[in-house]
């Protein structure tokens, strides 16, 4: 049996070593945004080139750096194969069929996540003629105010647009003209 000073010593001495432990982890900070609102910007030009065509010459992963005139390269995986992921956006291929491809924009550590889809798809018309669809799916909440949202969906929509007739204009043999400048509203690299 030990004696009581012992006994108080040694119980002091654990409680001390307890209390000097590290502190719990802060709790993560949530990248969830509380009340999403998703917009959606279907856009679509018909091609004078059968689908498979116009699919081969612009549906490859990473040919959108030929059509949206930036850089583009493949940071993991391979071009065309699920979970590929492209230095654009770092977006990450989740879906794809002969004629098209799905992909997302992952979740950034700090950054609110507007979940962000886009889906590029060549769909036959005739045995002549086909159509790019492009849909873009994407959360605005967090931008300001009703204005800032639509100066955004607007801005959206002209560069995706600007990339469906550069495709339209490479699948049916031509050449690009030269890359808008920033400011001049015609093009540009997505914001996303």
Same mark, same amino acid.
């Given at each position: ?33 509380? !009340? ?7 856009? %679509? ?10 699919? *081969? ?8 750096? %030929? ?10 995986? *391979?071009?065309? %194969?699920?979970? &590929? ?10 879906? *794809? ?13 700090? /950054? ?9 798809? &060549? /769909? ?15 959360? !605005? ?5 009703? &204005? &800032? #949202? ?6 959206? #929509?002209?560069?995706?647009? /600007?990339?469906? !007739? !550069?495709?339209?204009?490479?699948? %049916? ?8 400048? *920033? ?10």
């Amino acid at each position: 049996m030990l004696h009581p000073k012992t006994t108080l010593a040694l119980a002091l001495a654990v409680a001390g070593i307890a209390s000097a432990q590290a502190p719990a982890p802060a709790a993560p900070v949530s990248t969830a945004v509380a !009340n999403p609102t998703y917009v959606s910007i279907p856009m %679509e030009i018909t091609v004078n080139r059968p689908a498979a065509e116009v699919w *081969k010459r612009v549906g490859k992963y990473c040919d959108i750096g %030929e059509w949206l005139q930036v850089a583009c390269t493949i940071t993991a995986g *391979k071009d065309g %194969e699920f979970g &590929a992921v492209r230095s654009i956006g770092r977006e990450i291929l989740v879906g *794809k069929t002969e004629l098209s491809y799905t992909y997302t924009q992952p979740v950034q550590e700090g /950054r609110a996540y507007i979940m962000y889809h886009g889906t590029l798809e &060549a /769909r036959p018309l005739t045995a002549t003629t086909s159509k790019l669809v492009y849909t873009l799916v994407y959360d !605005n909440s967090t931008l300001a105010d009703d &204005a &800032a #949202r639509e100066r955004d969906l607007t801005q959206r #929509r002209t560069t995706f647009e /600007r990339a469906l !007739n !550069n495709m339209k204009i490479l699948s %049916e043999g031509g050449t690009l003209p030269p890359p808008a400048t *920033k400011g001049g509203g015609k093009g540009g690299a997505p914001k996303q």
